[in-house]
């Protein structure tokens, strides 16, 4: 069999990479444990660091939740009643919404319908754009904080690192386990990251596949899932 030339070999690929079917969204782990370069193999990243285009850190264990009541007891795994959950892997405490029903309830601070604009007036970490302020991120944080839900007033939106290790890439509609946060809406889901270099935009995670994405501080509504706890840093410059 005569061999393709060059130029015929790379126009082949090219109409073959055209013709194959794209897919959105995050690859699944692929189960190699080897790193390499360009030529050769290269140590394993260190644990805690990001790489491009992985799903969740590099060597980061997955969340491994239990259940907490209102005062931040340990609730049996088989509890059908709870109202936080802490990952034991960061140690950060999640709130848990509930009354998914289709009806937002602004009196209560935990309903799943309730929909929220982003809004940060700090300077020093809105990255220069405040957001809209009404029914916004930053009141109904100050109210769970005065409320001192599970007997904190720490609570706080989380960074888009944190939120993103809540996602589950092999579940869909929603990609996050509903074992553990059962009225969790398959949406946007604000974190209180800017986009770096563009301070109008805001990260969050669509809780129906998993992906990061960034709305528009001053136009869009998302909903939102308070954290307590220490901030887990991140190695991931520039977003």
Not at 55 to 62: D, E, G, I, L
Not at 203 to 214: E, K, P
Request: charged share 20%; proline share 8%.
């Amino acid at each position: 069999m005569k061999a393709l030339s060059a130029p015929t070999a790379i126009l082949l690929t090219a109409l073959l990479a055209l013709a194959a079917p794209s897919f959105g969204g995050p690859l699944p782990p692929s189960g190699e444990e080897t790193c390499y370069d360009t030529q050769s193999e290269i140590p394993r990243p260190q644990p805690g660091r990001i790489i491009f285009g992985s799903p969740r850190p590099a060597n980061v264990p997955a969340p491994k939740f239990i259940k907490l009541d209102e005062t931040g007891i340990e609730m049996p795994e088989e509890s059908g009643i709870w109202a936080m959950v802490q990952d034991q892997t960061t140690g950060l405490v999640w709130e848990v919404k509930h009354n998914k029903d289709g009806n937002a309830d602004a009196a209560n601070l935990h309903d799943a319908d309730n929909l929220f604009r982003w809004y940060n007036p700090d300077p020093a970490t809105n990255a220069g754009t405040q957001g809209m302020s009404g029914t916004d991120t930053h009141i109904w944080l100050q109210k769970l904080n005065e409320k001192q839900f599970g007997g904190f007033s720490d609570w706080r939106l989380p960074t888009i690192h944190e939120l993103a290790r809540l996602a589950e890439y092999q579940r869909f509609y929603p990609s996050i386990s509903t074992r553990y946060f059962p009225e969790i809406m398959a949406s946007f889901y604000w974190s209180s990251s800017s986009v770096a270099g563009f301070g109008r935009y805001a990260w969050g995670i669509y809780m129906s596949d998993g992906c990061d994405y960034f709305l528009d501080k001053m136009l869009y509504a998302g909903y939102v899932m308070a954290v307590r706890g220490k901030p887990v840093a991140d190695n991931l410059a520039g977003w």
